[in-house]
């Protein structure tokens, strides 16, 4: 039996999603409801209710006065955030780096491996959110409980900066990946405290540098 046709909602939602994923739609792109239809071949109703969709998942914004555009952010504050973070988590991840366990170390590479699936389905939202699950995996061995709260309390003010930075440096996410697989085989064989806190906070500031690499010359 053959599948159903995906309605007008799901065909447009796929659509614009796929392009702005892609890099095709870039941040800050205004979407015009009624060219996009006559794209798809529908009344601008269907469209609508997909750029809503998109807006709820973080991809796009609406202005007032302006409509609808692919959603940016503040890359000078997501810098400062990411530095941040990656001090912390540098540390972190060499106190927890001795208490972790096979069945830590197995859950972690799980993660990276569904990461690595939803870079392949091109999910940069469900990227981000196993990306953030990859993370604490590790620090929820780390015995310092304030670090955690600190950790957890950047990581909120992050997603509420960046939504998923993955949707907008597409590049950056496979390296992410290769870079949590050698972390995770660090740790496994016992390396240096010294040495897997540098490639942690590394590890942190490559996004950044990617999101830098993205702005535009004046």
């Known amino acids: 039996m053959a599948a159903p046709a995906p309605s007008r909602v799901e065909l447009a939602y796929a659509t614009i999603r796929e392009r702005i994923t892609t890099g095709v739609y870039g941040p800050g792109y205004r979407l015009v409801l009624d060219e996009l239809a006559r794209e798809i071949g529908s009344s601008p109703v269907p469209v609508r209710e997909a750029v809503r969709r998109l807006e709820a998942e973080g991809y796009v914004d609406f202005q007032r006065h302006v409509g609808a555009r692919v959603a940016s952010f503040d890359e000078h504050e997501f810098e400062q955030a990411v530095q941040v973070v990656a001090v912390l988590e540098g540390y972190a991840t060499a106190l927890a780096a001795p208490r972790m366990r096979r069945t830590d170390i197995a859950k972690a590479r799980k993660v990276n491996d569904r990461m690595r699936a939803a870079l392949a389905d091109c999910d940069p939202i469900r990227f981000s959110t196993l990306n953030r699950e990859f993370h604490f995996v590790i620090y929820d061995r780390c015995p310092n409980t304030h670090i955690r709260s600190l950790l957890e309390a950047q990581w909120s003010r992050l997603d509420t900066i960046r939504r998923s930075v993955f949707a907008f440096v597409p590049g950056r996410a ?7 697989a050698e972390l995770l085989d660090l740790i496994a064989v016992g390396a240096p405290a010294d040495r897997l806190e540098r ?18 010359a004046h």
């Open 174 to 180: 496979r390296s992410s990946v290769a870079e949590h």
């Open 199 to 216: 490639l942690a906070r590394a590890h942190k500031l490559h996004t950044a540098d990617a999101v830098r690499r993205t702005r535009p």
